[in-house]
C-alpha cells in the first residue's frame, strides 16, 4: 500500500500539470514566453515535479499535445465514417486531414508553441509518425497512386502549425475557406481519374 501513495500523487500532479498548461496555453497572447516555472506556479507543484515528469518544456507540450490530440486518434482508428476505418481511401484521405486542419486550428497556440520548441524534428514526432502512417496506408490503397510515403508528406505539410496560422491569422483566411481549399486539395490528389487531378 506504501508504494501506491506516491504514484497516485504522480498521477494526481501530472493531471494537475495538464490541466494548469492548457489553461495558461489556451489564454496566452505569447505561448512561447511561458515558462516551466509559470505552470508549476499555475499547478500548485513544485518546478522539479515537471521536469521529473516531463523532462523539459518540450516534454511537457508533447504530453499536453498528445492527450488533446487522443479524441482524434480515436477517431480516426476506431470511429464511424467517414474518419474511420470502414470507409473507402478516396473519403477517409480528406476527412483526416480535415480533422488534423481543425485541431490545428482549435489549438493553434499550443500547435505553434510545440513546432517551434526546437528540440526535435517535427517528423519524428509520435504524432507525425502515426497520421503518416495511417495516410500511408490508405494512399496504397488507391489504384495508379504513386509513391504514398512522399504523397502522405506531402498532404501533411498542408496542416503544419506555422502555415495554418499564416492563412488564418496573417492572411485571414475563414475557417470553412480554409477546410474547403484542403478538402478540394486532397481530393484532388486522391481522385483515381486523372483529369480530375488537374482541373479544379
Same mark, same amino acid.
Given at each position: 500500500?506504501? *508504494?501506491? @501513495?506516491?504514484?497516485?500523487?504522480?498521477?494526481?500532479? !501530472? @493531471?494537475?500539470?495538464?490541466?494548469?498548461?492548457?489553461?495558461?496555453?489556451?489564454?496566452?497572447?505569447?505561448?512561447?514566453?511561458?515558462?516551466?516555472?509559470? &505552470?508549476?506556479?499555475?499547478?500548485?507543484?513544485? @518546478? %522539479?515535479?515537471?521536469? /521529473?515528469?516531463?523532462?523539459? !518544456?518540450?516534454?511537457?507540450?508533447?504530453?499536453?499535445?498528445? #492527450?488533446? +490530440? *487522443?479524441?482524434?486518434?480515436?477517431?480516426?482508428?476506431? %470511429?464511424?465514417?467517414?474518419?474511420?476505418? #470502414?470507409?473507402?481511401?478516396?473519403?477517409?484521405?480528406?476527412?483526416?486531414?480535415?480533422? &488534423?486542419?481543425?485541431? @490545428?486550428?482549435?489549438?493553434?497556440?499550443?500547435?505553434? $508553441?510545440?513546432?517551434?520548441?526546437?528540440?526535435?524534428?517535427?517528423?519524428?514526432?509520435?504524432?507525425?509518425?502515426?497520421?503518416?502512417?495511417?495516410? !500511408?496506408?490508405?494512399?496504397?490503397?488507391?489504384?495508379?497512386?504513386?509513391?504514398?510515403?512522399?504523397?502522405?508528406?506531402?498532404?501533411? $505539410?498542408?496542416?503544419?502549425?506555422? +502555415?495554418?496560422?499564416? +492563412?488564418?491569422?496573417?492572411?485571414?483566411?475563414?475557417?470553412?475557406?480554409?477546410?474547403?481549399?484542403?478538402? %478540394?486539395? $486532397?481530393? /484532388?490528389?486522391?481522385?483515381?481519374?486523372?483529369?480530375?487531378?488537374?482541373?479544379?
Amino acid at each position: 500500500m506504501a *508504494e501506491r @501513495k506516491p504514484r497516485k500523487d504522480a498521477a494526481r500532479n !501530472r @493531471k494537475a500539470v495538464l490541466e494548469a498548461a492548457d489553461a495558461l496555453f489556451a489564454r496566452a497572447e505569447r505561448p512561447e514566453d511561458l515558462t516551466m516555472a509559470d &505552470i508549476a506556479a499555475a499547478a500548485g507543484v513544485g @518546478k %522539479g515535479t515537471l521536469f /521529473r515528469a516531463f523532462g523539459d !518544456r518540450a516534454g511537457l507540450l508533447r504530453a499536453l499535445y498528445e #492527450a488533446r +490530440l *487522443e479524441p482524434v486518434r480515436e477517431a480516426a482508428e476506431a %470511429g464511424p465514417p467517414p474518419l474511420g476505418p #470502414a470507409t473507402s481511401p478516396q473519403e477517409r484521405v480528406p476527412a483526416l486531414l480535415d480533422a &488534423i486542419l481543425c485541431f @490545428k486550428l482549435d489549438n493553434r497556440r499550443l500547435a505553434l $508553441a510545440l513546432e517551434e520548441s526546437g528540440s526535435n524534428s517535427l517528423y519524428q514526432a509520435e504524432h507525425y509518425e502515426r497520421w503518416h502512417g495511417l495516410l !500511408r496506408s490508405m494512399l496504397e490503397q488507391i489504384p495508379g497512386l504513386d509513391d504514398a510515403a512522399f504523397t502522405a508528406h506531402a498532404l501533411l $505539410a498542408a496542416t503544419r502549425a506555422d +502555415l495554418v496560422e499564416r +492563412l488564418a491569422d496573417q492572411e485571414g483566411t475563414p475557417r470553412e475557406r480554409l477546410r474547403d481549399q484542403l478538402a %478540394g486539395f $486532397a481530393t /484532388r490528389v486522391v481522385s483515381s481519374d486523372p483529369a480530375t487531378s488537374r482541373h479544379d
